[in-house]
């Protein structure tokens, strides 16, 4: 809670912070006007799956130069201009008057997002290492706030009956508070790195933090796109409680982002991947159990194993030693986002086929995988 109360108390730490609540508020007001986008341009589920992947291809396309962007411009600047695009650049789906202005739409909605995530990232790395303060954790935590925020703001639907306005009025939020804050943070750049030469030595440990950001992610995305069917088809939930594993996992990720700075800071990162993973495997063991309740207690502890895992591999990523620390984030942003998008489908593949049981046994071994990750990263470390 250190961390947390750190951001609120100085607008240093708390204007980064409400970037990464920003990135959520917009994406999660989007979210919930996609039924009415899809109706407003009569186009089938088919179609609407294209035009989300542009999404994707937007955030995909900005990572091979994110970082030399971000060098040129400053961290600092770039994290700030990347909030307002983001802000102005959620309203054009909205907006779009046929399907392939849609799609147009979302692929720079996407690349202007893939670039702030990586931005943020990288400017509380610099942040961290100039300061000696841990606030990863509970930067992420606020992006977790921001779709809290948003999910309220459907709430409003009915009232203002108008999905551009509604993105508006989220967007005058997410820039007014920005142009209050952004300048603690704008002329921030990141400390110049020695360059090495490339070798395998160098690119091993960042390999390995890819691949777990991969595993975490897309563990991440199956439990959003599959909790709820797991609880109703092999925990036998009643309609009322199918929901309930997807909520207990959102919200233990939230909290345990807000403690995740302070236990960082005392055992290290290396530790804290050791402990989150150890606390999902406990959490997928209740879930396939396959009892509803023990499931829903099950999905809480998976959330709060992962809340810690992926704000560290941030951490380490942009502190590796010989690679420039936008770099790093850039690296570990591309491999989570890979998996956050193709975990899910590998796992619908394996119900479809198999069984949703071994679906989530799967997340298990993922998380056992993730475990023995983290004892190469230190020995390495040592």
């Not at 009643?238 to 207990?248: M, N, Q, R, V």
């Amino acid at each position: 809670m250190k961390s947390l109360q750190l951001i609120l108390s100085n607008p240093k730490y708390f204007g980064p912070a409400w970037v990464f609540a920003s990135l959520n508020i917009l994406f999660g007001t989007w979210a919930i006007y996609i039924p009415t986008v899809k109706e407003q341009l009569d186009i089938n589920k088919a179609d609407l799956g294209i035009a989300l992947f542009f999404l994707s291809l937007g955030v995909f396309t900005v990572f091979p130069v994110a970082a030399k962007i971000i060098n040129k411009v400053g961290v600092g600047k770039a994290t700030s201009y990347g909030a307002v695009l983001s802000g102005l650049t959620a309203l054009l789906p909205l907006l779009a008057p046929n399907y392939y202005v849609l799609i147009a739409a979302l692929f720079v909605f996407g690349f202007v997002n893939g670039f702030t995530d990586i931005a943020m990232n990288t400017l509380v790395t610099e942040i961290e290492k100039k300061d000696q303060q841990n606030f990863m954790s509970a930067a992420h935590g606020f992006f977790s706030l921001g779709g809290v925020l948003a999910g309220l703001g459907s709430f409003l639907i009915g009232t203002i009956a108008n999905p551009a306005l509604h993105m508006t009025f989220a967007v005058i939020l997410v820039i007014g508070v920005n142009l209050i804050f952004y300048k603690k943070y704008i002329n921030i750049k990141a400390a110049p790195v020695e360059k090495e030469p490339f070798s395998l030595k160098l690119f091993k440990p960042l390999l390995i933090i890819g691949i777990v950001s991969f595993i975490i992610m897309g563990s991440e995305g199956a439990i959003v796109d599959w909790s709820g069917l797991f609880l109703k088809e092999v925990a036998l939930a009643p309609e009322t409680l199918i929901g309930s594993g997807f909520l207990a996992f959102s919200i233990w990720m939230t909290l345990g982002r807000f403690f995740g700075d302070s236990i960082s800071a005392k055992i290290g990162s290396i530790k804290i991947v050791a402990g989150g993973s150890l606390i999902a495997i406990l959490g997928f063991l209740l879930v396939l159990t396959g009892q509803t309740y023990l499931a829903i207690v099950g999905f809480a502890f998976t959330g709060l194993g992962f809340s810690v895992i992926i704000p560290e591999l941030f951490r380490i990523g942009g502190a590796v030693k010989g690679v420039a620390s936008s770099q790093g984030v850039s690296f570990i942003a591309g491999t989570g986002y890979a998996g956050f998008l193709t975990g899910p489908v590998i796992l619908g593949f394996l119900a479809e086929e198999y069984s949703l049981n071994l679906s989530f046994i799967i997340l298990l071994i993922c998380s056992v995988i993730v475990l023995g990750a983290s004892f190469l990263l230190a020995r390495k470390a040592q």
